[in-house]
């Protein structure tokens, strides 16, 4: 595993002294996958069962990140009702990620209660 993580770090720092943005991009995308599969693995390794909705938990903090992320004018021409302090405000993107994934960790959590509690092929329609 940290034989993995240093050959990763080594990637990421050629791939970043590079210069090239779209190999940068690809690169990201392809380690957000990796994270992601990583998480299925580890909820269905250890749990035995099937889960849908980590997909949806992950969209749930990167939704929250983008919108932390983009301009004022932007939230207030699409959700003018949002109070002030969100509709105003707009944070860097490491904030913004933390932010992000405490959010989809407390829908997480929320939902995981009731999820947890059931068995077998009920647990894996729960969380379509």
């Not at 380690?31 to 035995?48: C, E, H, P, Q, T």
């Not at 992950?58 to 932390?68: C, F, N």
């Amino acid at each position: 595993m940290i034989v993995l993580c240093v050959g990763l770090l080594i990637v990421v720092v050629i791939v970043d002294a590079s210069g090239d943005i779209i190999l940068a991009q690809t690169l990201v995308e392809g380690l957000v996958r990796i994270v992601i599969v990583a998480a299925l693995y580890l909820f269905i390794g250890n749990s035995g069962i099937i889960s849908f909705g980590h997909i949806g938990f992950v969209m749930v903090g990167a939704y929250a990140t983008a919108w932390q992320t983009c301009c004022p004018y932007t939230r207030e021409m699409f959700m003018p009702g949002l109070p002030d302090y969100l509709l105003n405000n707009s944070h860097h993107f490491i904030p913004a990620i933390l932010l992000g994934g405490l959010l989809a960790a407390l829908v997480a959590f929320i939902s995981g209660i009731a999820i947890m509690r059931m068995s077998g092929i009920a647990a894996s329609i729960g969380t379509f």
